[in-house]
């Protein structure tokens, strides 16, 4: 054998060696990539799921506690309970009123301080008024709570709450509540970012180590509309319910059986566990698609080297290096680094598939700097608090409206400038927020730059995990004063 032979044979070699090791170490580094970037949108979905959830489930408090507070049904429970004429029948018309006032209203149910029902009225929709509401309910000074899921086994169920009555500073009773679960539907039922196999779910604890599914599902089973609980790491479903919030792309199976990779979310007043999930097998395909391509442009570049030998060689070494060069780069956070596609052949098909992640990846980023410019032109005063009484980020709205700026918000306590008499209830609704409960409309005065004080409405959701509060804020002007 000449040395131009072993020449050439040492470099096919060494090229087929370079090549394989390439080709692993790409497969493994997208993989990862691809496996990360679907958990990362699987993850965005749960928590963009688990934020309209909520505020679906705010509305419906605001519902709730707008009906417990209707003039009309608090004034004809008092004069039922003084035994005026007629004080039933006005009862009856007031809730009519109140049930035909909001959509998601079902039925509404009045007791009288003894616990007993005194009048009950539905909306006469489908299904209204076919289940029993409870016996009794004691007086409870809570406000606006969760009773939990009515009619979880059917196939639209259908969510409880109770608020207390009171009139003028009296005791009048309860206000049992049913309401629709249409927003709940709709939210589930969209498949957005979800791929072919992909779906949310969320569901209600039973008792029995099952679950109530609160929604049609996407693929219909045969059953009550439960799933059962196996309670071990494995299983999402039990895992969201527990509250124990996570991601997973090995072990986790569906009510189908089926292998996913699952995203969890827990939702602390309801008790009510979110599964986003996407079928492995369908995530897996790409992964499988690309090594697949690796292992032609593997073959094909072997075919080339034996070939043609070392010019070929040296053709491919290059862009293969530059390649590597920019894979390395964009593992590095250099999103704006891409391949060059010299050519069509198989290198230059890789380099695409290089590119289109690092696109993926900066379409990714720009959206998040479009949320961040949306925080900060927005008219309204925003802001993210914690419960140790200290602003974290506040947008420039609330310069213009105190003239305080960012810096000098977030380096005091923002107790130091609430009016003196607001202190105390203002102490009082953060205590409520560390509990978990959202602040639906709360009014305060703040401190102004000038020594004025304005004041203000807020709305404002916790989050129980990390202790930040999510707020917003506008000015009420004095005549707007409610």
């Not at 629709?180 to 196999?197: F, I, K, P, Q, V």
């Not at 992909?198 to 929604?215: D, F, I, N, Q, S």
């Amino acid at each position: 054998m000449d040395i131009r032979t072993k020449f050439v044979f040492a470099y096919v070699t060494v090229a087929l060696g370079c090549m394989l090791a390439l080709g692993s170490a790409t497969y493994v580094e997208v993989s990862s990539l691809l496996r990360t970037r679907t958990l990362e949108q699987l993850a965005g979905l749960a928590e963009a799921k688990k934020d309209a959830l909520e505020t679906i489930i705010a509305g419906w408090r605001e519902t709730v506690e707008t009906a417990a507070k209707q003039a009309t049904v608090l004034e004809g429970l008092r004069d039922l309970e003084r035994g005026l004429p007629a004080a039933a029948a006005g009862l009856d018309h007031a809730l009519d009123d109140a049930v035909g006032s909001s959509q998601p209203l079902e039925l509404l149910a009045v007791y009288d301080t003894s616990g007993s029902l005194v009048a009950r009225r539905s909306n006469g929709g489908p299904d209204a008024g076919q289940e029993s509401v409870p016996s009794s309910v004691a007086w409870a000074e809570e406000g606006v709570t969760y009773r939990g899921v009515v009619r979880a086994a059917a196939a639209e169920p259908r969510i409880a709450f109770t608020a207390p009555l009171e009139l003028d500073g009296q005791a009048l009773g309860m206000l049992y509540v049913r309401l629709a679960t249409d927003g709940l539907t709709r939210l589930t039922s969209t498949y957005a970012g979800l791929g072919e196999t992909g779906e949310t779910m969320v569901l209600a604890p039973m008792e029995g180590g099952r679950a109530a599914v609160l929604h049609p599902v996407r693929f219909p089973q045969e059953g009550d509309g439960t799933i059962e609980l196996s309670g071990d790491s494995f299983d999402p479903f039990s895992q969201a319910l527990e509250g124990k919030e996570g991601m997973s792309w090995e072990g986790a199976t569906d009510y189908r059986g089926v292998p996913v990779w699952t995203v969890t979310r827990y939702l602390p007043e309801t008790g009510w566990g979110l599964v986003v999930k996407v079928d492995d097998e369908e995530e897996q395909r790409p992964i499988e698609a690309f090594r697949g391509r690796l292992t032609n442009l593997g073959l094909s570049l072997s075919a080339f080297a034996i070939l043609t030998g070392t010019l070929l060689g040296l053709r491919l070494a290059k862009p293969i290096h530059d390649l590597a060069a920019v894979a390395d780069q964009i593992r590095g956070g250099a999103l704006s680094a891409r391949a060059m596609v010299a050519s069509e052949d198989e290198v230059g098909l890789l380099a695409r598939t290089f590119n289109e992640m690092a696109d993926e990846l900066e379409r990714r980023m720009a959206s998040l700097q479009e949320y961040r410019k949306f925080f900060d032109v927005s008219l309204d005063m925003l802001c993210i608090a914690g419960t140790d009484g200290y602003f974290k980020q506040t947008n420039p709205s609330f310069e213009r409206v105190l003239g305080w700026s960012a810096e000098e918000l977030v380096r005091r306590p923002f107790f130091e400038i609430v009016h003196p008499d607001d202190l105390e209830a203002t102490v009082r609704e953060i205590e409520k927020l560390a509990r978990g409960i959202p602040t639906v409309s709360f009014e305060n005065r703040f401190q102004c730059a000038d020594g004025s004080y304005k004041r203000l409405l807020w709305t404002s959701f916790p989050d129980a995990a990390t202790g930040r509060l999510y707020a917003i804020a506008h000015e009420v002007k004095e005549r707007e004063h409610f």
